[in-house]
């Protein structure tokens, strides 16, 4: 592809391995010896695994130790691992989980405007600039999403629309009158967008959107393609947690070859989610991630729980920074039906290849007398979900047969109407397991 390549910091983007691999170790070094002198909590485990940070003479070494855990987290709720005092603190932040407290994260002054750095350089990478009007419709609030990309679309100059979620219908009447080419929120809030806009007899030729941002949840390869034809955008992926620091942490570029990781503020490890072993580079496995530069809330060997892949090599765009490959999901998200291990990104795959599936769809997971059952409710264009039973059995009979080859366990196919599945403006909700409750 022959397009103008622009990155917002060369020099840190396009680092050779060898220098990228020097200021990580110093880096990580520093960041070793806080923690060590400010955090009661890795005090202790570094007591108890008998390290000192000035055993850490390579990278290697760090494997030697121990991993922080979302558990550490809510022990030491809500400031237990902070490395600064308070009066440094200038914002904070917290992710719900789905059960319990929160956890909670806070940032200095710098932290912030690390973090506008490195948002600054994925939309960079995606393609936005300074003449692009950008639509934040992620939730403004204790999510870090929307003022992530707030800060990032203002330092490089952007024109911030800071519209927040929901609303969906002025959402679409702000996207047309004020010319809105960037759109920022969850794919599946993009998808009720594009329903909405469909419903509406919005033309998306009409609209100025071009490019999308799309991030906070998984998605499939098949989910951007139908994000792009019925919005007419290029549609980029983008990571983050916030743990880590929030979005930025990972974003494509327009080849969409993969999100490239800001390895010179964050050291990402893949390892074996059961044994805790580092995997060998191209290995499939979970994301562990050290934080480098952080001031407030710095994080050693943090398991995301997120399963992924990095690519070393240096992509197209010419940044040298390793690769994040899609995630397939969550090891806590993955269904283990039957012994088999199941993603919902496997199983919107197979949906989206099937001809009269509307991409809205909820999995229904259940044990009757010890044995698991997996129901997948699929929403189906009108034309399919009014037709003649026959019609339908064809439709259910065939997407039973495809997920059953694809996922290698039987799964229940059941239509439903139309708009039926339960919308949300931020994350979306894919799996009921009703196991937990009997
Ligand atoms: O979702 C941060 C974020 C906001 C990222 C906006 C990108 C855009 P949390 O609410 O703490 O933070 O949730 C973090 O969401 O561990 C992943 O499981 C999932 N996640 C985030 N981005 C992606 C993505 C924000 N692009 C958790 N693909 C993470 C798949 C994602 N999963």
């Given at each position: 592809m022959n397009v103008p390549v622009n990155i917002w910091n060369r020099e840190a983007e396009c680092l050779p391995r060898e220098e990228l691999c020097q200021l990580q170790l110093k880096r990580l070094q520093q960041t070793l010896t806080l923690v060590a002198d400010k955090v009661p909590c890795y005090q202790a485990k570094f007591k108890e695994s008998g390290f000192?940070?000035?055993?850490?003479?390579?990278?290697?070494?760090?494997?030697n130790l121990p991993f922080t855990t979302k558990e550490d987290l809510r022990v030491n709720y809500?400031?237990?691992?902070?490395?600064?005092?308070?009066?440094?603190?200038v914002r904070i932040h917290s992710s719900s989980g789905t059960t319990g407290k929160p956890t909670v994260v806070g940032y200095t002054k710098d932290d912030i405007n690390t973090w506008t750095e490195l948002v600054a350089r994925f939309m960079t990478a995606a393609?936005?600039?300074?003449e692009d009007i950008v639509h934040i419709a992620f939730g403004y609030g204790l999510f870090t999403g929307a003022f992530g990309l707030h800060y990032g679309s203002e330092a490089i100059g952007a024109s911030v629309i800071?519209?927040?979620?929901?609303n969906t219908d002025k959402q679409l009447m702000i996207m047309q009158d004020y010319r809105s080419s960037a759109l920022v929120c969850t794919p599946s809030y993009g998808l009720t967008l594009a329903d909405r806009m469909e419903k509406q007899g919005i033309?998306?030729?009409?609209?100025?959107?071009?490019?999308g941002l799309f991030g906070a949840e998984p998605w499939s390869e098949q989910m951007r393609v139908e994000l792009e034809q019925r919005l007419g955008i290029i549609a980029t992926d983008n990571y983050g947690l916030s743990e880590i620091?929030?979005?930025?942490v990972a974003g494509e570029c327009?080849?969409?070859?993969?999100m490239h990781f800001a390895e010179d503020h964050f050291l990402a490890e893949i390892i074996d989610?059961?044994?805790?072993e580092v995997l060998p580079e191209g290995s499939v496995g979970e994301l562990v991630i050290t934080s480098l530069?952080?001031?407030a809330f710095p994080m050693i060997r943090?398991?995301?729980?997120d399963i992924t892949r990095l690519n070393y090599d240096t992509c197209e765009c010419g940044r040298t920074l390793a690769r994040m490959e899609?995630?397939?999901?969550?090891t806590d998200d993955m269904l283990i039906i039957k012994g088999v291990n199941v993603f919902p990104t496997q199983i919107e795959e197979v949906l989206f290849q099937?001809?009269?599936?509307?991409?809205h769809y909820q999995l229904i997971v259940d044990r009757q007398n010890n044995m698991d059952s997996l129901e997948i409710q699929v929403e189906v264009n009108e034309h399919i979900f009014f037709d003649e039973m026959k019609q339908q059995r064809q439709f259910v009979v065939q997407a039973e047969k495809r997920l059953a080859t694809v996922l290698g366990v039987s799964a229940k196919v059941k239509l439903v109407e139309p708009s039926s599945i339960t919308r949300h403006e931020?994350?979306?909700?894919?799996v009921i397991d009703r196991r937990q409750q009997s």
């Open positions: 000192l940070p000035s055993d850490l003479k390579s990278l290697e070494d760090l494997k809500p400031y237990g691992m902070f490395a600064v005092p308070m009066r440094e603190v393609g936005v600039g300074a800071p519209i927040s979620g929901g033309d998306p030729k009409s609209l100025a959107l071009r490019v620091m929030g979005p930025g327009f080849f969409k070859q993969g989610p059961d044994s805790g530069t952080k001031q943090y398991r995301t729980r899609k995630t397939r999901g969550r099937i001809e009269g599936c509307e991409p931020g994350k979306a909700v894919r």
